[in-house]
């Protein structure tokens, strides 16, 4: 994430050595465009449309600094739009931020209100403990490759409206103590 973009600088990789080599820290001046919600919009737009399953995994405070705080945010929403317009599943680690702002309660409160918004909304899990940093990200990337293979793919049909827009869904199971996780609605294009 840099200045609201997302700054690829590494493509899609099974070499985890490979892909290790390119991690850099977030850089970016937070009035430049401090919202890390532009950045993972920026990332969505720019991937190219794909039938295999895409997931974005987000290390982020989660604070706004663009937008402020509170229980409505566009930028929030916009990348949840997004995100579920494109079928990209949005998995979030809390890590605290510097400054005032990665001290502040309330903006840290809203933050992992945030990442947890957008995780939930899209079918992703979100991670933190407490406001601190976490000790490891090993059980948080455990849990992660858990859930990853152990994915199942639905497909339905939608009835198609007049324009085109989202439409609730929910899920059940008759399998006891099954847990499904996805989104709680998908976005149908509109019919003919």
Do not use: C
């Not at 995780?119 to 979100?126: K, L």
């Not at 639905?154 to 827009?165: C, H, I, M, N, S």
């Amino acid at each position: 994430m840099r200045n609201g973009t997302a700054d690829i600088l590494q493509n899609l990789t099974n070499d985890h050595a490979q892909a290790a080599k390119a991690l850099r820290l977030p850089l970016g001046d937070a009035g430049a465009a401090g919202s890390p919600y532009f950045s993972l919009v920026d990332l969505i737009k720019r991937w190219p449309e794909s039938p295999v399953r895409r997931e974005i995994l987000m290390l982020s405070d989660g604070i706004d600094r663009f937008g402020g705080s509170g229980p409505s945010n566009p930028y929030v929403d916009s990348a949840i739009e997004d995100a579920q317009r494109a079928g990209v599943i949005i998995y979030s680690i809390y890590t605290p931020g510097t400054g005032h702002f990665g001290h502040s309660f309330w903006r840290m409160n809203w933050g992992q209100n945030y990442l947890s918004q957008v995780s939930d909304e899209t079918g992703g899990e979100s991670y933190y403990l407490g406001f601190g940093a976490p000790v490891s990200l090993a059980p948080y990337l455990d849990d992660l490759t858990h859930r990853l293979t152990r994915q199942y793919l639905l497909t339905f049909l939608a009835k198609p409206e007049k324009k085109a827009g989202f439409q609730q869904v929910k899920l059940r199971t008759e399998v006891p103590n099954a847990e499904l996780v996805a989104a709680d609605r998908v976005y149908v294009p509109a019919g003919l």
